[in-house]
């Protein structure tokens, strides 16, 4: 059965049930399964004995493992690690030297100079005296695309008062993070491993980064359920993904949305920041700070995982062989073609790509036809160097905007449709390449 018949048996079962419950019950919460029966499997067969189930990603999936581990008695420990990429990489940056950039000066939604400083963890003082050493003082709050992006870092590596801010609040903030993860248990000597959604594996390195101040030798392990690329100098056999790796799935990529993933997937509270101390009766403890506003979907998370708790009391079953295959027959349809149902009911997520994930907007932004042709390969290339005159703004998931655009009837959907996957297969064969030119297959 192809994508298309896949989407019109879906269409025809949300004519009788129109509910954002079961598609719940029927597409994510049995991926969400999938996974976390492949990851305690391969727990169980490697010997580790403890995972740590990064916030806010894990969150949902730590549950699950929670629950799986006591139901079929288990012997591997669950925790929950409050942590982000901000809260991991601020401490990290005067480790990386210049090498910072590669984390700072990174491609996104709607990135403006006001984010790149922001992810540098620079006040707005700071900010505005680089933008004026970087000619960016009128343009400060200006979106601009990942190739003035990349020129901006090669700018902004000129700068030495920027290095001198950014070493700074790096070096303050690396106590009370090192302090954190020490408190968790993450230099005990004991087999354990990570566990997120994935995407580039950065955050792993990070934490080791962290740790092996403290142990120079400390290697760690990730499960993740995708992985598009690891970062260049790490060994592959510490990245273990389940449904895509970076040396191939490409159609399994193509037809997915790692945006709409993780805010499906995500916790009910705000982000982690940074860790503060804390007087405790005969120690001091380590507290995750977390931003101030709460998670803007926090009433419909909840409510996923009061289904998924629904779901797994259901699963009184046997222990069977994870099946990522089935994954994709369940998440491909969904999240490559969706029916307008589907992308309205789950496309109204407010998502961020920011590190400091300000700036949210729902995951299948509202596009005008115009707005999704800009996303057409030749014109996407045209408004990017210049010779087009048009601000590219982008939806983190785009077949929920195709699926969503009232002027678009069926054959329009179809072809813009077709546009995103042939701008998407572009995209993945490059980085497939690139990967193995690095890794090796």
């Known amino acids: 059965m192809n994508l298309t018949d896949r989407r019109e048996q879906r269409l025809q079962s949300y004519k009788k ?227 895509f790796t970076p040396w191939g799935e490409i159609k399994r990529k193509v037809h997915f949305s790692n945006s709409l993933f993780e805010a499906v997937f995500s916790a009910p509270e705000g982000m982690t920041l940074s860790y503060r101390t804390e007087s405790g009766k005969d120690k001091i403890i380590y507290v995750p700070v977390t931003d101030s506003r709460e998670n803007l979907n926090r009433e419909r998370i909840s409510r996923y995982i009061c289904w998924l708790e629904e779901f797994l009391q259901e699963k009184k079953q046997s222990l069977s062989q994870a099946d990522n295959g089935y994954v994709e027959e369940l998440l491909s349809p969904f999240m490559g073609n969706p029916t307008q149902f589907e992308a309205e009911a789950y496309g109204s997520l407010l998502f961020s790509d920011d590190v400091r994930e300000d700036n949210n907007q729902k995951v299948s932004a509202d596009f005008s036809e115009q707005e999704i042709k800009n996303h057409h390969l030749l014109n996407r290339l045209l408004i990017m160097t210049g010779i087009r005159k048009r601000v590219l703004h982008e939806s983190a998931w785009i077949e929920g905007s195709i699926a969503t655009c009232r002027t678009l009837n069926e054959r329009g959907r179809a072809r813009n449709r077709w546009h995103a996957v042939f701008y998407k297969y572009i995209i993945y064969i490059r980085k497939w390449i690139k990967q193995n030119m690095i890794h090796g297959k």
């Open 17 to 243: 049930i129109q509910s954002e419950k079961e598609i719940y019950e029927r597409v994510l919460a049995p991926t969400l399964y999938e996974f976390v029966l492949w990851v305690l499997q391969e727990a169980l067969q490697s010997g580790t004995k403890r995972l740590y189930f990064l916030a806010r990603d894990g969150y949902q999936m730590y549950l699950a493992a929670r629950q799986l581990c006591k139901q079929y008695d288990l012997d591997i420990e669950c925790r929950y690690l409050k942590v982000s990429r901000y809260a991991v990489r601020v401490p990290e940056y005067h480790l990386l030297g210049e090498r910072c950039l590669e984390r700072i000066c990174v491609g996104g939604i709607d990135v403006t100079f006001e984010k790149i400083m922001q992810r540098a963890a620079l006040t707005d003082k700071e900010a505005e005296e680089i933008a004026a050493l970087a000619g960016y003082t009128e343009n400060y709050r200006k979106v601009i695309n990942y190739h003035e992006v990349m020129q901006l870092k090669d700018c902004l590596k000129k700068i030495p008062l920027l290095f001198h801010y950014i070493d700074s609040h790096s070096k303050e903030a690396y106590g009370t993070a090192i302090g954190y993860l020490t408190q968790e248990g993450l230099l005990e000597p004991v087999s354990y491993a990570l566990v997120d959604s994935g995407w580039i594996g950065t955050i792993q390195q990070s934490i080791e980064h962290l740790l092996r101040q403290k142990q120079p030798d400390r290697k760690l392990e990730g499960y993740y359920f995708g992985l598009y690329e690891i970062p260049e100098g790490e060994r592959k056999e510490n990245y273990h993904s389940f449904y």
